[in-house]
């Protein structure tokens, strides 16, 4: 099994990986000089969403350690949670779409689209 999940995904998608990713950081993990655990766990989410985003714009798609996988998940579940909150709106569907594509699944902005449309039917 490769040690990594490659993520093919528009511009629009990745930017919402990375942004998860790094908030999640500071929310979940907020850097703390007595917490060690802390640290480390939120150096790896800023150095995934920093890698992710360097392959991407090198070769047009990004990877993400499978060791990361549920870190990543509860980060864009998260982030599609906050924004739940804050705007006062469904993005269930939303986020749905945006774990196939951190599993790797093949996603297109149409299906993100449909996805956000189908949410605010909800």
Not at 4 to 29: D, G, H, P, T, W
Not at 35 to 54: R, W
Request: proline share 2%; hydrophobic share 40%.
């Amino acid at each position: 099994m490769p040690k990594y999940i490659v993520i093919q995904c528009s511009e629009e998608m990745k930017q919402i990986i990375c942004i998860a990713l790094r908030n999640f950081a500071c929310l979940a993990y907020p850097k703390n000089p007595n917490s060690e655990c802390n640290l480390v766990a939120s150096d790896a989410l800023l150095n995934a969403a920093d890698h992710f985003e360097k392959e991407f714009s090198e070769r047009g798609v990004g990877s993400i350690s499978r060791r990361m996988r549920r870190m990543v998940k509860t980060a864009v579940e998260a982030h599609y949670q906050i924004i739940a909150e804050l705007e006062n709106r469904v993005t269930i569907k939303q986020c749905e779409i945006l774990l196939k594509v951190c599993e790797g699944e093949f996603v297109d902005d149409e299906q993100l689209i449909e996805a956000e449309r189908l949410d605010m039917l909800l």
